[in-house]
């Protein structure tokens, strides 16, 4: 699965959309950082597992 890579110009519009004020020469020094955790988040991402099917069937009934 391909991705966009994260730009600068991309995190800072996910900020604004968060809310979250960032100054743009702290964007700029904490960049690599930001990048790196959001690419571990990607990398934890495992196509085609889907939804895990449980264990034991629930049926709730109070009758």
Do not use: D, H
Not at 36 to 54: D, K, Y
């Amino acid at each position: 699965m391909s991705t966009s890579p994260i730009t600068k110009e991309r995190l800072a519009a996910a900020f604004e959309y968060a809310g979250i004020a960032v100054t743009p020469e702290r964007l700029e020094e904490k960049l690599p950082e930001y990048v790196g955790f959001l690419e571990l988040i990607r990398g934890a991402n495992v196509p085609g597992l889907g939804e895990t099917v449980p264990q034991t069937a629930f049926k709730a009934s109070w009758e």
